[in-house]
């Protein structure tokens, strides 16, 4: 652990980057990959340049929301629509007879 006041080393920086990255996209995973390769070496000089590789990550942050606006489809929602009282009754079997009350919804 350093001291307090003072920065971390590169290795340790590219260590924390590396922890903090997403799993959920394959462009994150193989960027993960190759920063623990780097990692593995003990030559410092083969480090990647910390700034290219925050430049690598928002690179593949805007390629994917470019990709989520253009793959999006206007109009489509992705929340199921509310449960109108007529389909709520159709889901009770025939035999259930009870009565009720209106229920209200709250859209959040």
Not at 52 to 76: A, C, K, T
């Amino acid at each position: 652990m350093e001291a307090t006041g003072f920065l971390p080393g590169v290795r340790q920086l590219l260590s924390i980057l590396a922890d903090g990255l997403p799993n959920n996209t394959i462009a994150f995973i193989n960027l993960y990959d190759n920063i623990i390769s780097y990692l593995n070496e003990p030559d410092e000089q083969l480090l990647p340049n910390i700034h290219q590789v925050f430049d690598r990550i928002v690179n593949i942050e805007n390629s994917i929301q470019r990709n989520r606006i253009i793959n999006s489809v206007p109009g489509l929602t992705r929340r199921p629509p509310p449960s109108t009282p007529s389909s709520l009754q159709s889901a009770q079997p025939p035999s259930a007879t009870t009565t009720s009350s209106p229920t209200c919804y709250s859209h959040y």
